[in-house]
């Protein structure tokens, strides 16, 4: 069974926003998949995407990815990976991913990859293995508690694009006047967040920030470069990982919800590792 929160990197920055009643419905819907067995599989889909950013390599930017279907060895090796959620998520990539450009997949490569590509990658992984609709049975409303028997198409997870894919760093507006120049958190960066063991919320975000802001344009036109994540305003620390948080492309798997027809209320059902890849 795979973790169930997990390491997607927008929980990363956000931290476990998820409405209580919404874990509720997706823990419900666990167990009873954990009783009734497989999940329903049509047929395995298109093996190749287009990520939002890619890589660049001498100034050409490579967007196009491969991926394949999982078989039964890299179950095993996912199921080898244990408890840790990150080191579940890396094995599905290096497994389940065969090329970004013109490279094989690799650790350093899986690294360099923004938060949002990956997690796209892993949406694409799901596909090619068990097909792109996630079948929900007697799934309870969390108004009405009906239960609910649901199809869910991987393309209708909200997706957030990149204006322009070939955009590195960015402008937050800060207090005083002052902007900061930032560029989105990668692989890298997530699994620093994740080495930091107490979870300690503040301690994590003071890391995505000492690596994502480049620097400080102050009113006055002095620039400080990288600047101690300690060294900025709570407010400023919020803009900044706010901003990290709303730009960071790929699919948003926590913020999926559905209107349940009889009730006409809309069932937040946030789309956790575990639901994507129920059955292995
Ligand atoms: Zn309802």
């Given at each position: ?185 990668t692989g890298d960066d997530q699994a620093a967040v994740l ?86």
């Amino acid at each position: 069974m795979l973790p169930d929160f997990d390491a997607f990197g927008d929980q990363t920055l956000k931290g476990l926003e998820a409405p209580e009643e919404a874990t509720a419905a997706t823990q419900a819907l666990l167990k009873d998949d954990r009783n009734s067995g497989e999940p329903a599989i049509d047929e395995p889909g298109e093996n190749h995407i287009t990520l939002e950013r890619g890589i660049c390599r001498e100034g050409v930017w490579y967007r196009e990815a491969e991926v394949k279907e999982l078989t039964g060895a890299d179950e095993e090796a996912i199921a080898a990976a244990g408890s840790s959620s990150y080191k579940v998520f890396e094995t599905l990539l290096l497994r389940g991913v065969r090329t970004i450009g013109n490279e094989f997949m690799n650790r350093k490569l899986a690294a360099e990859l923004l938060i949002g590509d990956r997690e796209f990658l892993v949406m694409a992984i799901r596909r090619a293995t068990f097909g792109n609709d996630l079948e929900f049975e007697q799934l309870p409303c969390s108004h009405c508690q009906e239960l609910v028997d649901l199809t869910v198409p991987l393309d209708a997870i909200p997706f957030t694009r990149l204006e322009n894919s070939e955009q590195t760093e960015f402008d937050v507006p800060l207090r005083r006047g002052a902007t900061a120049v930032v560029r989105l958190p990668t692989g890298d960066d997530q699994a620093a967040v994740l080495t930091i063991k107490d979870g300690n919320a503040a301690k994590q975000d003071s890391e995505i920030l000492g690596r994502c802001v480049l620097r400080i344009r102050h009113a006055d036109g002095a620039v400080t470069r990288r600047p101690p994540a300690t060294s900025l305003s709570m407010s400023d620390r919020k803009a900044v990982l706010k901003f990290l948080a709303d730009t960071q492309p790929g699919p948003r798997y926590g913020d999926f919800s559905f209107v349940h027809e009889t009730c006409g209320k809309e069932v937040p059902l946030p789309i956790s590792l575990a639901v994507l890849f129920r059955g292995m």
